[in-house]
C-alpha cells in the first residue's frame, strides 16, 4: 500500500522558482524509476523528469530541460522537482509516479494525487 504524496505547488509570476516534494509511504516500494509528469487541460499527460532510483540516473523532457532539476532524499524517501525561470506554459498540474520506465505515463504503476502549479505572466 504504497502511498505517494505530492506538495509545494502555487501561484507564481513567469520567472519565479517553486519546489515540488513527493513523500512516499507505506510498504516498500520496489519500482526502478520515479518521475515528475505534467498535465494541462485539454492536453495530454506530458514527461518532465525523471530518474532511477538506485543510481540516479536522470532525465528531462526537452521543455524544461536546463530549468528544472530533479532530485531525491533517501533518508525521507522524497523526491523534489526544483522548477526556476517558470513560464505560462509550465502551468499544469504535476504528478509523481514510480514505476519501471522512463519516458512513458504507462510504465508507472503507482501516481499521486497531483498539485497544481500556476504560473501567469
Known amino acids: 500500500q504504497v502511498q505517494l504524496v505530492e506538495s509545494g505547488g502555487g501561484s507564481v509570476q513567469a520567472g519565479d522558482s517553486l519546489r515540488l516534494s513527493c513523500a512516499a509511504s507505506?510498504?516498500?516500494?520496489?519500482?526502478?524509476?520515479v518521475a515528475w509528469f505534467r498535465q494541462a487541460p485539454g492536453k495530454e499527460r506530458e514527461f518532465v523528469s525523471a530518474?532511477?532510483?538506485?543510481?540516479?540516473?536522470?532525465y528531462y523532457g526537452d521543455s524544461v530541460e536546463g530549468r528544472f532539476t530533479i532530485s531525491r532524499d533517501i533518508s525521507k524517501n522524497t523526491v523534489y522537482l526544483q522548477m526556476s525561470d517558470l513560464k505560462p506554459e509550465d502551468t499544469a498540474v504535476y504528478y509523481c509516479?514510480?514505476?519501471?520506465?522512463?519516458?512513458?505515463?504507462?510504465?508507472?504503476?503507482?501516481w499521486g494525487q497531483g498539485t497544481q502549479v500556476t504560473v501567469s505572466s
Open positions: 509516479a514510480a514505476g519501471l520506465g522512463v519516458w512513458e505515463a504507462g510504465d508507472y504503476a503507482y
Open positions: 530518474f532511477y532510483w538506485d543510481d540516479y540516473t536522470t
Open positions: 507505506g510498504r516498500t516500494l520496489s519500482a526502478t524509476t
